[in-house]
């Protein structure tokens, strides 16, 4: 089952499952963050959409993600990322990762 993940302006958190170690996630509103693996996380069909938003993992990390504005992306595991206080265009997007790319 995916996880829906909501995104509040500047103020967003991961967490993993209890017990386990911190994934190093991070979230950046200012483009991607240095020395760390980014996707970038955008939606062309929303008129307010920022071009510098990145989800970024450290270098070692055994997460590879996937971003996707037009459903999931076949043969990778994906969680619904949702925005409910802005209805433009945001309830088809993705973040997909190689199955079996880690555990969270």
Not at 20 to 39: N, V
């Amino acid at each position: 089952m995916s996880r829906l993940i909501h995104i509040h302006g500047r103020t967003t958190s991961f967490a993993g499952r209890k017990g386990t170690k911190d994934p190093g996630i991070r979230w950046s509103y200012a483009g991607p963050i240095g020395g760390m693996r980014c996707t970038q996380v955008r939606e062309p069909s929303d008129p307010h959409a920022w071009a510098d938003n990145y989800l970024c993992v450290p270098s070692e990390s055994p997460y590879n993600f996937r971003w996707s504005y037009s459903g999931r992306v076949r043969g990778m595991a994906c969680i619904q990322w949702n925005e409910p206080s802005d209805p433009d265009a945001w309830q088809d997007n993705f973040l997909c990762a190689d199955i079996g790319s880690g555990h969270f």
